[in-house]
């Protein structure tokens, strides 16, 4: 069974450029998780979709936001990108919101 | 407001060296905590998933147990390719909280 998918594995950009990460979660899952882990930080929760609507949101600026499609696969877009938002961003999913989240490989956004 | 806060931050091991990893929380209604292992640069594996106190649970080198506080990662016998980061993480009623995470590095 597949697991979680992210695209793309790396991708280099220059202050206030526009990104979009894309995540594809294991077949079944309806629940969708971003999770921001800068270098050396821990992991920093972004936003929960299920069943296609945003759930909750962490503590981010409106700038990063995202959906879910009819086949819960998800984006994440970040706006106006800034030097601190270089991280690694990672894509869970999980059956319920209760449940186990499995991750993907995350892609990792550089910022110039 | 949840918290996790894991102990120590950094273990070093000499291979077959047996630890423990902690895991200390608070979290209002505990819907279930959560091990991964971490490599460097990748996304985190699952390990285990423990859901109420007195609950223990088993992989290979790895032993988990849960109290109504902390959580303990055993490590018996540890081999290099056990190197990693371990992240603790609990669901409550609100979001899943992480913890900073414990670096292990076992040397041979």
Request: proline share 5%.
């Amino acid at each position: 069974e597949a697991g979680v998918t992210q695209s793309p594995t790396h991708l280099i950009k220059t202050r206030g450029q526009q990104v979009t990460l894309r995540c594809s979660p294991i077949s079944g899952h309806t629940s969708v998780y971003w999770y921001q882990q800068a270098l050396g930080l821990g992991l920093q929760f972004l936003l929960w979709y299920d069943e296609g609507e945003e759930r909750n949101r962490g503590n981010f600026p409106p700038r990063f936001s995202g959906r879910q499609f009819p086949n819960y696969s998800s984006e994440l877009n970040v706006n106006a990108l800034e030097l601190e938002d270089s991280a690694l961003y990672l894509c869970a999913s999980s059956l319920d919101r209760a449940d186990t989240q499995y991750f993907g490989p995350g892609t990792r956004l550089t910022v110039l | 407001e949840d918290q996790v806060t894991q102990s120590p931050e950094a273990l070093r091991l000499q291979e077959g060296e047996s630890s423990s990893l902690n895991c200390s929380y608070t979290v209002s209604g505990l819907r279930g905590l959560f091990w991964y292992r971490q490599d460097p640069g990748k996304g985190p594996e699952f390990l285990f998933t423990l859901y109420s106190a007195g609950e223990e649970k088993e992989k290979e080198r790895l032993k988990a147990t849960l109290t109504k506080k902390e959580s303990f990662l055993h490590i018996t016998a540890p081999k290099p390719e056990d190197s990693a980061t371990y992240l603790c993480a609990v669901q409550g009623t609100n979001d899943m909280r992480f913890g900073a995470g414990t670096r292990l590095t076992v040397k041979p």
